[in-house]
């Protein structure tokens, strides 16, 4: 067998296992263990099929797309004639569902992006790892379905892309990119972050003067934008408040650390403290990037992993230790491509310049969420890794594809990968072995179920 060949078989490995690993999750966490009561709403949408106000509940305010779709799941399983648990069991397979095609579509993005084979199978190793994308894709929540359209529109984006630099049409993949990314916009609030992607495209045709793209392109877009703010005008029209969340109506956060913005400290990393207690404390609740990393890395506010149990604050202290090496192996592929490829010099094209700005400029406005949620809301809950879960998938696709092969980073990354193999497994077992004495110290309510 050729060495292609192997790493080939690797990389099926790797999606193969990132796929059990998630259907784990789903298996042993209980439909109702989320931040937020996303059940009352599906039931909402599934008695009538009509949306409701958006503060006749908690999450009545999000777009309608995921809530119709669960609402349509529900209602089929039920017809079928399942019983009320195993109707929303099946809702609940939704997400882990979207997140093991995630890692196929991530595969396909860098064998686009013509990374070699056991570079594709290091940064799927680091999306098979991430505690937040294992999680997240476990609960029931709109937040994934966010994630899955937005790197569907990056593959979309990029074929695109190539198509119009080979002199080819790519109207089927710019019209799909359009669609997904209205359907991000009826997911989430912020999904509307995504029309950077066709606009990127836009700007593109505009500089190559590839004119003739222009006669199907801007009708298209413009259509896509005036459906995607649609939603939010629907929102306006009922609350007079432009990006209006529950929090404008409902104060139930309002007894939470650290209350004021004055007490926010946007500038502090209080790792030691994080390392000493690896769950939610006093002392590191109002550290922003303290609260995204702990969130990012680990279940900082805990609902698979319970304080009580001691190994769980040993693994909290490996997954803090992981998430360091992370940073700095990420951090060192910028340093070393930035240096190397003179990428601001006239000598680099303009597809290479839109292909690797685009997703990185968009990772950095997903990571800017946060930072608005909690200077409107400054609350330890609006300091959610969820929100820029998005980005964080981007960066390490588009980040990890620049690693050139026989390099110090490069030797690195097999020792990197060997690690993220560990722990995920790791990781998982854990919350497979002792969830049902998790769930009695959950930090938050296991929501009544409709």
């Not at 599906?42 to 809530?67: A, G, V």
């Not at 820029?388 to 960066?395: A, D, E, P, T, V």
Request: proline share 4%; with cysteine; aromatic share 20%.
């Amino acid at each position: 067998m050729s060495r292609e060949n192997s790493y080939k078989y690797f990389i099926i490995g790797i999606i193969f296992l990132g796929s059990i690993l998630r259907l784990t999750i789903f298996w042993v966490s209980p439909i109702n263990n989320s931040f937020d009561d996303h059940l009352e709403v599906i039931k909402i949408y599934s008695e009538n099929f009509n949306r409701p106000h958006p503060f006749q509940c908690w999450e009545c305010y999000q777009p309608p797309l995921y809530y119709y779709i669960a609402a349509k799941v529900f209602n089929l399983t039920k017809f079928l004639g399942f019983d009320n648990y195993a109707c929303w069991k099946i809702v609940q397979l939704i997400n882990p569902l979207l997140s093991i095609i995630l890692l196929i579509i991530a595969y396909k993005i860098l064998a686009l992006l013509n990374v070699s084979k056991i570079i594709i199978s290091v940064i799927l190793s680091f999306l098979i790892a991430l505690p937040r994308d294992i999680m997240t894709s476990a609960m029931i929540g709109n937040d994934y379905m966010l994630v899955f359209f937005t790197i569907l529109s990056f593959y979309c984006f990029l074929k695109t892309l190539f198509f119009i630099k080979d002199g080819l049409s790519g109207r089927l993949y710019f019209f799909l990119m359009t669609l997904f990314v209205t359907l991000g916009c009826f997911t989430k609030q912020h999904g509307l972050l995504l029309y950077l992607f066709p606009f990127s495209l836009l700007f593109y045709i505009i500089r190559e003067r590839v004119t003739n793209k222009l006669f199907w392109l801007i009708p298209v877009l413009f259509i896509s934008l005036f459906i995607s703010f649609s939603d939010e005008l629907w929102r306006f029209n009922k609350t007079g408040r432009i990006l209006v969340s529950n929090q404008d109506y409902f104060d139930f956060a309002k007894n939470q650390s650290p209350g004021s913005l004055d007490k926010v400290e946007f500038f502090s990393f209080r790792i030691i403290e994080l390392f000493k207690k690896p769950f939610l404390s006093d002392k590191t609740s109002s550290s922003f990037f303290t609260e995204l990393f702990a969130r990012t890395f680990y279940d900082y506010e805990w609902r698979f992993f319970s304080p009580k149990i001691p190994f769980y604050n040993t693994l909290g202290v490996i997954a803090y230790t992981l998430g360091l090496i992370w940073l700095i192996y990420f951090l060192s592929i910028c340093f070393t491509y930035f240096k190397s490829s003179k990428i601001y010099s006239n000598k680099v094209s303009l597809f290479t310049i839109v292909t690797l700005f685009s997703p990185l400029i968009l990772s950095f406005l997903f990571m800017l969420v946060p930072v608005l949620q909690t200077i409107r809301f400054p609350y330890f809950s609006s300091m959610k890794s969820m929100f820029m879960l998005s980005g964080i998938i981007l960066l390490i696709i588009t980040l990890g594809s620049k690693i050139q092969l026989n390099t110090f980073i490069y030797r690195l990354s097999i020792i990197v990968l060997s690690l993220n193999i560990f722990f995920s497994t790791l990781f998982v077992y854990s919350i497979s072995a002792y969830i049902g004495v998790s769930l009695n110290h959950l930090s938050g309510p296991l929501w009544q179920i409709p």
